[in-house]
């Protein structure tokens, strides 16, 4: 069995909920990703930011990214994966909330996000035509 530690990729780190959004780019630009999980105080998943949320929530919006934080942005109820979750219990979470990334974790602690390069990297053509299928349809 094909399990989400499997094919995540390791090394995901928390971004705190406090964290400004200028700190998060330099975190994304340095760790070479386009999105981190947000933690709360207690480091609990309250939210996942993009590169996107930054430029369209908050510059092109006229914010300063050093005024705004991470859990300004943070919005939603947040989706995660157990580690031990089989693959095809990825791929539906994925698909029925409509989500590209997706944090793994493993003895409540962070281990890892699956995202769409890896889905495309570790699964057949077919698994990978159905996600984008259904991730990707309008409505």
Not at 24 to 30: G, K, P, S
Request: proline share 4%; aromatic share 2%.
């Amino acid at each position: 069995m094909t399990t989400a530690k499997d094919i995540m990729h390791p090394g995901a780190r928390w971004l705190p909920e406090h964290e400004t959004l200028d700190r998060a780019a330099q975190m994304m630009r340095e760790m070479n990703v386009g999105a981190l999980p947000v933690a709360d105080g207690n480091e609990r998943l309250c939210g996942i930011l993009t590169d996107r949320d930054i430029v369209v929530g908050c510059v092109a919006a006229g914010h300063d990214p050093s005024r705004i934080t991470a859990g300004d942005l943070a919005k939603g109820t947040p989706r995660w994966i157990a580690a031990d979750a089989d693959v095809e219990e990825v791929l539906r979470m994925m698909k029925e909330h409509r989500i590209r990334r997706l944090p793994v974790i493993e003895d409540k602690r962070l281990v890892g996000m699956i995202s769409e390069a890896d889905i495309a990297r570790h699964l057949s053509d077919a698994q990978v035509a159905g996600w984008a299928e259904r991730v990707y349809a309008e409505g």
